[in-house]
């Protein structure tokens, strides 16, 4: 379904080929809002092969502009997924981001959830761009252990973009920029409970409990999205 100019995913996980080299992206409101400024992330998010809707407000699009109910399916739906499936074939999963820190509760997690599962991971430099050296020895770690799912985790826009730009070097088979499920799989991050979930509230308790990193999403990036979707609808019944 095309959502202002992006092909959402509607569908169930369960028909993605997982045999096809192919990236996953998620889009939510603050995305969308800040991929109208940068062009290179904007790019990212459109040459997804599967852009997943993982907020309320993309479901809320859905409903407002095509009255189509869509499910909403989060980063951390995915990494579950994904997960699950590596399970049944004894796969390989490298996570590139974070702490070191995280990285290592990560792998300890996963030992004991999924001990068939090969891990391998890698923590970059804290800054808002690589120079060359850097990028090779990222992508070395990442090729050398030629994972099945590469997860990105380094928050938006950074993270796709950089899974883009180094799409055509990296060797895996699924990648996908999941952002926040690092520290929520390490634990670093207590994500809210289902019934704020199924409430579609979800956003209001992470911001309740990190109002500084959270503020521009919900008080600046989500009121712009509520108002494209309102043109957006007004130019349709035009």
């Known amino acids: 379904m095309k959502i202002m100019n992006y092909e959402v995913f509607v569908n169930n996980l369960g028909v993605v080929n997982l045999n096809k080299k192919q990236i996953i992206n998620t889009i939510n409101p603050h995305s969308y809002i800040t991929a109208k400024k940068d062009l290179k992330f904007c790019e ?11 907020g309320s407000g993309i479901v809320l699009a859905a409903k407002v502009i095509y009255n189509k109910n869509i499910t909403k399916i989060t980063g951390q739906d995915l990494h579950d997924f994904l997960l699950k499936k590596m399970k049944e074939k004894n796969g390989k999963v490298f996570y590139m981001g974070s702490s070191r820190e995280t990285l290592m509760k990560i792998e300890k997690r996963m030992s004991k959830e999924f001990p068939n599962i090969s891990v391998s991971s890698f923590s970059p430099p804290f800054k808002s761009q690589f120079n060359e050296e850097e990028n090779d020895i990222i992508i070395e770690k990442i090729n050398s252990f030629d994972p099945d799912i590469l997860f990105i985790g380094m928050t938006a826009p950074k993270q796709e973009k950089w899974l883009y730009q180094n799409k055509d070097r990296l060797n895996y088979t699924v990648a996908c920029s999941v952002g926040a499920v690092f520290d929520f799989y390490a634990g670093t991050i207590k994500r809210p409970s289902k019934l704020w979930i199924n409430l579609h509230l979800e956003w209001l308790i992470r911001f309740l409990k990190e109002p500084r990193r959270l503020w521009k999403r919900n008080l600046i990036s989500l009121p712009l999205f ?3 979707i309102l043109v957006y609808k007004l130019k349709i019944k035009v």
Do not use: E, G, R
């Open 44 to 54: 990212a998010l459109q040459q997804s092969d599967i852009l997943i809707p993982d």
């Open 226 to 228: 509520l108002f494209d």
